[in-house]
């Protein structure tokens, strides 16, 4: 049979609710192809829009994981529908006749069906009936999405060309949230792979009962058996992301695109993450420099031990024992004060260049036993009129003679060698504790 001029249709391979399938070829392109038949319009008053509405939707998609459609047209009063041929069987096939699969290929086909969703809800296409019959296996192990012919455009609400109140779906993987009644959204499709992950682990579904009604009361109030309590060998972290796809609220399933990233990232094994590597010890921070020029302490301060000083012997009767500094500090005082009354006594008025000469042989100092001569008044000092301080005047005398000079002298050189020799007495005491 030779269809629009160019499809010829070899053997059917498959039959649906609104048309039959079959094995063609396209003679003009020379390559094999599905032909989807529309079956008489009489089986189903809406199956004529809803056959085109599966061409417009697939057509929009060009995806690895879903069937692409070719062509669409009319031949003899019925609609054709040309798409691509996947050379393998449906999931459902699979379960019949193998029974529950192991969970690397169920991990397999979740990535690349949650990829084939995640095309058309960005597309903003849902497809509504996923399903083991609409999941197609290639040859070489690669899944197709096909059947789109309930999908709905979520911006184009008349999309689904049902009657009011009608539920469109099967039962067995239908959302909570469409059991309600509301609009599909791709959280229902998420929900309808969860439902059918868990036959495909377990060989059955989720949810079962003898009514659709039933098994919609389930889907809204009932919690699913994990699998592995049904015999499932997975990995708990398989099991427990299965669950979240079959949470009751849309907003607590992940996104399409989430379920294939974790699927293929090999999440689903449960494996440990590998522990970070340990992080480099840090360099030490810049020392601040002080006020002083020396780096300032910026760590924790530390406590050094400090030599315990002994115990000094007591001074002998008439000593006094005094620390080292204090002594030198003493000891600076006293011959300041000396040096400084010295001073006061050479500098006083009394004592002047011009005074008269003493008696003897001029140019030579009086010797000790010549009579000095007479005082003089000294002249009245103006203190009001002086810019600086005044010191108290000492009471003006004669000057001292020579020999008297040097007495004071020796005796001022005396205390000043007996106080340096008191300090380096205690300075060697120092040194010995």
Known sequence: MLIAGRYRLHDPIGRGAMGEVWRAVDETLGRTVAVKLLLPRDADPTAASRFRLEAQTAGRLNHPHVVGVYDFGEYEGRLFLVMELVEGDSLARLLTTGGPLPADQVARIAAQAAAGLAAAHQQGIVHRDVKPANLLMDADGTLKIGDFGIARFVDDPSGALTTTGQIVGTSLYLAPERALG???????????????????????????????????????????????????????????????????RPEDRPTAQ???????????????????????????????ASASGFPAETGPPTTYAL????????????????????????????????????????FS?????????RTGTPGTPGTPGTTPPAPTTPAPTATASSPTPSLPTPTATAPPTEGERKQREGAQDKRTKDEAADEDEDEDEAGED
């Open 258 to 288: 989430q379920i294939t990233d974790w699927f293929a990232g090999g999440a689903w094994e449960g494996r440990p993450e590998p522990l970070p590597a340990p992080a480099a010890a840090p360099a030490p921070a810049p020392s601040v």
């Open 349 to 357: 008025p009394g004592h002047s260049s011009a005074e008269s000469p």
């Open 182 to 248: 509301e609009a599909a959204g791709p959280a229902c499709d998420v929900y309808a792979l969860g439902c059918l992950l868990y036959q495909l682990l377990t060989g059955r579904p989720p949810f079962q009962a003898d009514t659709a009604v039933a098994i919609l009361h389930q889907h809204l109030d009932a919690a699913p058996v994990p699998p592995r309590q049904l015999g499932a060998a997975l990995p708990p972290a398989f099991e427990n992301y299965l669950l979240g796809l079959l949470a009751k």
């Open 307 to 346: 030599p315990s000083a002994a115990v000094r012997p007591p001074r002998s009767r008439g000593q006094f024992a005094r620390r080292p500094r204090v002594l030198g500090t003493a000891a600076a005082v006293v011959v300041f004060l000396a040096a400084m009354l010295a001073g006061m006594l050479w």
